[in-house]
């Protein structure tokens, strides 16, 4: 069974940086896409950016273009997200979650393994 671990999350000013982690465990497959979501208070979790594990293709959410990057330490099954220039907009709930294949969906449904979250904080 897969399990998504999430860290990093914290408060921190507006223009401000943070760089969350996703470890993963329990992995079986070879062939998988990780992605980060956000959800903000009264709002539905959306697409912030993914990685395709196998070459390190990266996609991101016009939102946080240019502002964020997606990395991995492949050795370390570990994903990071990168944010710079952080806004109060930002503010959400992180999550990382891990799909089977080759496509980087925005869609949260695609999606079959879910860490639980970690809080961003951006204060204006």
């Known amino acids: 069974q897969v399990q998504l671990v999430e860290s990093g999350g914290g408060l921190v000013q507006t223009g401000g940086s943070l760089r969350l982690s996703c470890a993963a465990s329990?992995?079986?497959?070879?062939?998988?896409?990780m992605a980060w979501f956000r959800q903000a208070p009264g709002k539905e979790r959306e697409f912030v950016g993914g990685i395709r594990w196998s070459g390190g293709t990266t996609y991101y959410a016009n939102a946080v273009k240019g502002r964020f990057t997606i990395s991995r330490d492949a050795a370390q099954n570990t994903m990071y997200l990168q944010m710079n220039s952080l806004k109060p907009e930002d503010t959400a709930v992180y999550y990382c979650?891990?799909?089977?294949?080759?496509?980087?969906?925005?869609?949260?449904?695609?999606?079959?393994?879910w860490g639980q979250g970690t809080q961003v904080t951006v204060s204006s």
């Open positions: 979650a891990l799909a089977d294949g080759l496509i980087v969906s925005t869609s949260l449904t695609r999606y079959n393994s």
């Open positions: 329990g992995l079986t497959s070879s062939t998988y896409v």
